[in-house]
């Protein structure tokens, strides 16, 4: 109550009086003076709550809460457009100095070698995603590794040592790209970043989907790169399983993967999930074969024995 009172005595003052007659303001005035005073206390209410919830820090950080503590966890490292906006004008002060002075070829064969290590984890965590080793999986492709191969791929895709097709197919990095063509830098960071989203929640034949989309995408940054400096084409072939064709998930497995939905509402792909996992139950002698026939009779519809009253 004391900020209107003070909001109210201080318009009173600013409200103009006749200095003929020094009569009291009239009704007109008094109107003028009521919402001056309204519009006086509010303003003053509202730097009062200002000043209180600064002096709090509630201002300073909002705390969000899950019964998930590595989601607790998560939800407390969210950061607010506000707070990306120094990372945002780093970035973009780097990709100024990089189109300045582009990558010589030394820089630019540091960049290809940091997405040849990218390669060699990624067909690391395939052989984890098989043996459902997701810790180990997790370890084997960080977001350090992910915010690297960006880093890496921005030089090449800027690098005066590469044709201006094979900086296009690179592209730019997700989320970064705007109305500009993403390329293969984006596709690949986003496959891994999907993955590490999903561990725990995805079977082996998920995970095998993600890791697939990445190591295309990969394989395309490093041939883009290779076809323009023979430099380059030679470090490809010196790496490991460099001179192999690079072996991808198959068209059909492809296929059952990204299957739409079926006449019953579900897809191909959950039902293969579903009988993976029935058969990993089947191997460690959860589930018999005999209760995978008794699913089966139950989902042709007809009566089971006992069951034909």
């Not at 891994?192 to 995805?202: A, E, F």
């Not at 509402?265 to 460690?284: F, K």
């Amino acid at each position: 109550m004391s900020w209107w009172v003070v909001a109210f005595g201080v318009s009173s003052l600013l409200t103009p009086r006749d200095p003929a007659s020094n009569r009291m303001p009239r009704r007109r005035e008094l109107l003028y003076g009521g919402l001056s005073a309204a519009t006086l206390g509010s303003f003053a209410t509202a730097l009062a709550m200002l000043d209180t919830r600064t002096s709090s820090g509630m201002l300073d950080q909002l705390e969000l809460y899950s019964d998930d503590r590595s989601t607790a966890i998560e939800l407390q490292q969210l950061r607010s457009s506000n707070q990306l906006w120094p990372a945002r004008r780093e970035l973009e002060a780097q990709w100024r100095a990089l189109r300045d002075h582009p990558a010589d070829l030394a820089q630019t064969a540091e960049a290809y070698a940091t997405v040849l290590r990218v390669r060699a984890a990624i067909a690391l965590a395939e052989d984890l995603a098989r043996d459902q080793r997701w810790a180990d999986l997790d370890a084997a492709l960080p977001l350090q590794l992910v915010r690297e191969f960006e880093a890496a791929c921005t030089v090449l895709s800027l690098s005066a040592a590469l044709s201006a097709d094979a900086r296009a197919a690179i592209g730019f990095q997700w989320g970064a790209c705007g109305w500009k063509r993403c390329g293969a830098q984006a596709d690949g960071a986003q496959a891994i970043c999907k993955l590490r989203q999903n561990l725990g929640m995805i079977v082996p034949i998920e995970a095998l989907f993600y890791l697939d989309v990445a190591k295309r995408a990969v394989d395309e940054v490093l041939a883009a790169a290779a076809s323009s400096s023979p430099a380059l084409a030679a470090l490809l072939r010196e790496a490991p399983g460099g001179g192999s064709a690079a072996e991808y998930l198959d068209v059909e497995t492809l296929d059952l993967l990204l299957a739409t939905d079926d006449a019953e509402g579900g897809t191909e792909a959950e039902d293969a999930v579903a009988e993976w996992e029935r058969e990993v139950l089947r191997q460690a002698g959860i589930l018999s074969s005999e209760s995978r026939s008794t699913d089966e009779d139950d989902s042709s519809g007809e009566p089971l024995n006992g069951d034909a009253e």
